[in-house]
């Protein structure tokens, strides 16, 4: 415990010269005391503090610069609850029924009609290419404007049908507390994540820490035009612009993020060439996999899931000895005990 | 001159809690001296320190939180030369060349046989279309880690025509000092460029200060595939994937970092869109342009070029109040003295 404490400071000296002042005071105080307080003692957590006391000991074989301590974390599944459904998907049908009075065709149009009659399954029925309907339908045709405040409005009011809590509030306090430990220890990190782009980012930097320009998702077309008054707007177009998911990660994180991360968390098999990306560099790594066994306090699935499938990549993580978060075992609490409704 | 400094002090203590400490050392330097010794004392230097001392000063009108001080800079011509070709023109022509021998079949094909012969007046012929073979036929068939070097070794080896310099030696010092000016006071710094982003991201942190994740421009289509020895790749192929450039600028800033600019700089009419989406904010706004008037020292041009075009932002610019730097009059040095050779 001690040899961590030492570690940890010489980490902080090291990485004096660009961290946040911020930071600094939250790793002494995080110094003093567990820096992961949510996380029961175990070879889970053990295997991510020593990853941390690796990566920033100054001099050691793993020292990681500052500059390269990127880290990246899926969203759904892996930072916040995706049961019963993803919620940028509960957010689109939600959306659907505000807008289906200027929608009368809908009515007659499926999925939405199944949507409207409540005959969720039906809806279940049509499958992705009936929830990626609802998404085109309800993300396209504004201003990027004016959809950030759509979002924000429904993360202040909608909640979840088991939980009853702002869907905000369903991230996972585990989780959380590693993004501060990271940050703590010079990390940058990131959301690379199959979610939309423009859904995640009015809110990241309040919930996790995390700002807009961190935040690496799908993304649909936008069209830059010049409005009413010659003010120039952004409108969101229903045309599909980029899918962050699968091999698309790494893509994303080239893209975005152009460097390869040494940290990378996630949850199902859409997660697996992120962590294999990140397996295949040079130098000390730390890939994660969140897995779902607590239905109990969440929920408990895996290889038969359509939600967050989590099946080779498990397979594959155990094999080649990837970090398993086992949710029941490992966390000792699961969502926040304040309330994280507000967006603003 | 006292108040501006008193005021430079008040912003600091309010950037405190999120700026690194490198930058508060070099803030406490600059803040006895000129923050941008390379600028003529005039309008446009005053126009520049006015709007971050009002940007910065806590309880003020136009006080703009830390988080959300985003200033973007358009590269060629902005940050660095981009006469008598855009400098990754000139990398791929160089690559042609190198290139030539493992591709007989460029000595029947225009435009490369044209290159290969040196007929620089059939290059020209061939225009933009041209160049773009170039580039797609350089920039693509490797992986993203192997272009990165190939970009490292031209940029240490190659020297410009006229200046017999390193290209990254060819960046504009006034500019270098305003990133710096504007980092120290909370401001994060971004490239938005039409240049590529593969192109820039390899040296932006060691000539600009500017890591690759904050780097926005034009790319290719990658693809993740299993390598050799099931090794991940992303190899870089030829189809374009997005043009960062025109109206692409406010869309890449939008995707890229997710937030609207406060302070934004460009040079040509290619950075038209992003100064009106920057000026289309609410409270503070600054927007630049860098004019070439200096064929001496560098390049006199504007709206006659083929490179750097500046015609319909140069009337805008001026009849909106921007801020038009003159590189003759407001620039006491061009280059940094210093060779900037080294990219490594």
New interface residues.
């Given amino acids: 415990m001690k040899r961590a404490m030492v570690t940890r400071r010489t980490a902080l000296a090291g990485a004096?010269?660009?961290?946040?002042?911020?930071s600094l005071w939250l790793d002494a105080a995080l110094a003093q005391s567990d820096p992961l307080p949510s996380w029961n003692d175990g070879a889970t957590k053990k295997a991510i503090t020593d990853f941390v006391a690796r990566a920033t000991t100054q001099g050691g074989a793993d020292f990681v610069p500052v500059?390269e301590r990127?880290a990246t974390f899926d969203n759904d599944g892996t930072m916040w609850c995706e049961q019963p459904v993803y919620f940028q998907v509960a957010f689109a049908m939600d959306r659907v029924r505000v807008l289906a009075p200027q929608h009368p065709e809908w009515k007659a149009k499926q999925p939405f009609k199944a949507l409207l009659d409540g005959d969720m399954k039906e809806v279940a029925a049509a499958g992705e290419k009936g929830l990626l309907a609802f998404i085109a339908a309800t993300h396209s045709g504004m201003t990027?404007d004016d959809f950030h405040r759509i979002v924000l409005d429904w993360i202040d009011s909608a909640r979840h049908p088991r939980f009853k809590r702002p869907y905000t509030s369903l991230i996972y306090q585990p989780m959380v507390e590693l993004l501060g430990y990271l940050r703590a220890n010079g990390f940058?990190t990131f959301i690379v994540s199959g979610g939309g782009?423009?859904f995640m980012?009015p809110w990241t930097?309040k919930v996790y820490g995390i700002?807009?320009?961190?935040?690496v998702g799908s993304?649909g077309v936008?069209?830059?035009e010049m409005g009413a008054g010659g003010?120039?707007v952004?409108m969101k177009t229903d045309q599909v612009?980029f899918v962050d998911d699968g091999?698309?990660k790494?893509?994303g994180i080239?893209?975005?993020?152009?460097?390869r991360p040494i940290f990378a968390f996630g949850n199902s098999d859409g997660d697996l060439?992120m962590l294999?990306?990140t397996a295949?560099g040079s130098g000390a790594r730390f890939m994660g996999i969140v897995h779902h066994t607590d239905a109990e306090r969440e929920y408990a699935y895996d290889r038969n899931s359509h939600v967050g499938r989590l099946d080779k990549a498990l397979d594959d993580g155990r094999s080649r000895g990837w970090t398993i978060a086992d949710m029941k075992r490992d966390w000792r609490v699961i969502f926040p005990a304040e309330l994280t409704s507000g967006s603003r």
Same sequence: chains 1, 2.
């Avoid at 004096?16 to 911020?22: C, E």
Wanted: charged share 25%.
């Fill in positions: 004096l010269a660009s961290v946040p002042l911020q500059a990127i990027v940058k782009v423009e980012r930097d700002p807009p320009e961190q935040v993304s936008t069209r830059f003010k120039p952004l612009e091999p698309g790494p893509v080239n893209r975005f993020i152009g460097r060439q294999q990306w295949a």
